[in-house]
């Protein structure tokens, strides 16, 4: 597609409930990034694949936090038993190739998830 | 480690006036560094970047930057704020060749008519 995109847009949850938030990067992407950004606040590095591989999810802030992206290209973000401080918009990134040494990301427009 | 610091939550100018908002970085390798700006409810966008080559380096809608490595800057400057530009900017960090980009909390940016 010609952009980011990500589903849902807005998500309000109950305390305890499971979440899955989608990311379909731009076509051809290579890597692809998931971000939280809490209210007020810069985005917090999650979790970082490329292609079909999580190079790196050191980010992720609990084991109720995971991330697939199983065939290189659409990635889900799960939050299981989710809580009050999970509250935040789940910005997802990707880059392709040729940008993947400068960090110049490709972000979504995000997804605000409200944990009541 | 990467950080980055932001200068300022909140800056207003008003319409004309020049922008500035400050940036001070981190990095224990020579770093890329960028300007993302963040518009109500939309993704980030990126304004400009640092890669290599010049320190002046110029972005979308007539925002340049300065990058300063004895005062490990990078600055945002537009010399005459629009009321478009009112929205959030984000300075970021990442180092050279890799993949993790780092974000300062970023600056709202008033602009009053």
């Known amino acids: 597609g010609a952009g980011v995109s990500q589903s849902p847009r807005y998500k309000v949850a109950k305390r305890g409930q499971d979440v899955a938030l989608r990311c379909d990067p731009i076509?051809?992407?290579?890597?692809l990034f998931w971000y939280q950004q809490a209210l007020g606040q810069g985005p917090e590095f999650l979790t970082y694949f490329q292609n079909e591989a999580q190079l790196d999810k050191s980010g992720l802030p609990s084991d109720r936090f995971f991330a697939e992206r199983p065939e290189g290209s659409v990635s889900t973000l799960k939050i299981q038993r989710t809580q009050q401080e999970d509250s935040a918009v789940y910005l997802c990134?990707?880059?392709?190739?040729?940008?993947?040494?400068?960090?110049?990301?490709?972000f979504g427009e995000g997804s605000r998830l409200t944990v009541l | 480690a990467q950080s980055v610091t932001q200068l300022g939550s909140h800056v207003s100018v008003s319409e004309g006036a020049l922008v500035l908002l400050r940036c001070n970085y981190s990095s224990s390798v020579p770093p890329y560094l960028f300007w993302y700006v963040q518009y109500p409810n939309q993704g980030l966008q990126l304004l400009l970047k640092?890669?290599?080559?010049?320190?002046l380096v110029k972005g979308i809608n007539g925002f340049e930057a300065e990058f300063k490595k004895s005062e490990t800057s990078f600055h945002l400057t537009k010399p005459s704020a629009h009321m478009s530009d009112a929205a959030e900017y984000f300075c970021?960090?990442?180092?050279?060749?890799?993949?993790?980009?780092?974000f300062g909390a970023g600056t709202r940016l008033f602009v009053k008519a």
């Open positions: 990134a990707s880059t392709g190739r040729e940008a993947l040494n400068t960090g110049e990301l490709f």
């Open positions: 076509s051809g992407h290579v890597s």
């Open positions: 640092y890669t290599t080559g010049a320190t």
């Open positions: 970021a960090v990442s180092e050279t060749g890799g993949f993790k980009t780092i």
